[in-house]
T-cell receptor
Framework: QSALTQPPSASGSPGQSVTISCIGTSSDVGDYDSVSWYQQHPGKAPKLIIY???KRPSGVPVRFSGSKSGNTASLTVSGLQTEDEATYFC??????????FGGGTNLTVL | QLRLQESGPGLVKPSETLALTCTVSGDSIRNYPSYWAWIRQPPGKGLEWIGSLFYSGSTYFNPSLKSRVTISVDTSKNHFSLSLTSVTAADTAVYYCATHGSLSLGVITFRGQGTMVTVSS
């Protein structure tokens, strides 16, 4: 199995929107609506912010949204706030009954 | 609310076995219809799923670790455990215990703070 591919870094100014991609294959992202996104601040455990491609857990701000097209999933953060500066990981179910993660994207709020 | 707490030695010697426990509070493992999972994160790197155990006993493992991993549950102590044999420096990581529903949806909730394990002589 291969890890999902994410850009190592992304950035935006407060109030702007930024989109982070997560590239998989037809054996994972492309064939299952099981993409999740996690936010991790330094020294903290990851926090689920998007599940099943585009669903938000209770308490997650609406400025976080998810989508998928083919083998690529995306996380969009609209109206960037300073507290959004963190590392974001995507994950997906893979056809051989395993869970795989992306390498993570460090989001900087300029 | 369900809470998890990882515990175990912070230092393990190469070639030995890493053993961690995740203590569950707020509900009973026996009655909670969930997968109990272990995930790790080497320093400065990404997340790696180690494996999951369904409360009824089914287990699933990362193929790259499967030959060295055991995940078990002790309902009498309301905890589940991770055993990783023949460790090397590459196994140095923060280890998290977590829960998730259906494996095919993979919605992981990290309910513990994680525990750092260093493999070194």
């Amino acid at each position: 199995q291969s890890a999902l591919t994410q850009p190592p870094s992304a950035s935006g100014s407060p109030g702007q929107s930024v989109t982070i991609s997560c590239i998989g294959t037809s054996s994972d992202v492309g064939d299952y609506d099981s993409v999740s996104w996690y936010q991790q601040h330094p020294g903290k455990a990851p926090k689920l912010i998007i599940y099943e491609v585009n669903k938000r857990p209770s308490g997650v701000p609406v400025r976080f949204s998810g989508s998928k097209s083919g083998n690529t999933a995306s996380l969009t953060v609209s109206g960037l706030q300073t507290e959004d500066e963190a590392t974001y990981f995507c994950s997906s179910y893979e056809v051989t009954n395993i869970l795989i993660f992306g390498g993570g994207t460090n989001l900087t709020v300029l | 609310q369900l809470r998890l707490q990882e515990s175990g030695p912070g230092l393990v010697k190469p070639s030995e076995t890493l053993a961690l426990t995740c203590t569950v509070s707020g509900d009973s493992i026996r009655n909670y219809p969930s997968y109990w999972a272990w995930i790790r994160q080497p320093p400065g790197k990404g997340l790696e799923w180690i494996g999951s155990l369904f409360y009824s006993g089914s287990t699933y493992f990362n193929p790259s670790l499967k030959s060295r991993v055991t995940i078990s549950v002790d309902t009498s102590k309301n905890h589940f455990s991770l055993s990783l044999t023949s460790v090397t420096a590459a196994d140095t990581a923060v280890y998290y215990c977590a829960t998730h529903g259906s494996l095919s949806l993979g919605v992981i909730t990290f309910r513990g703070q994680g525990t750092m394990v260093t493999v070194s002589s």
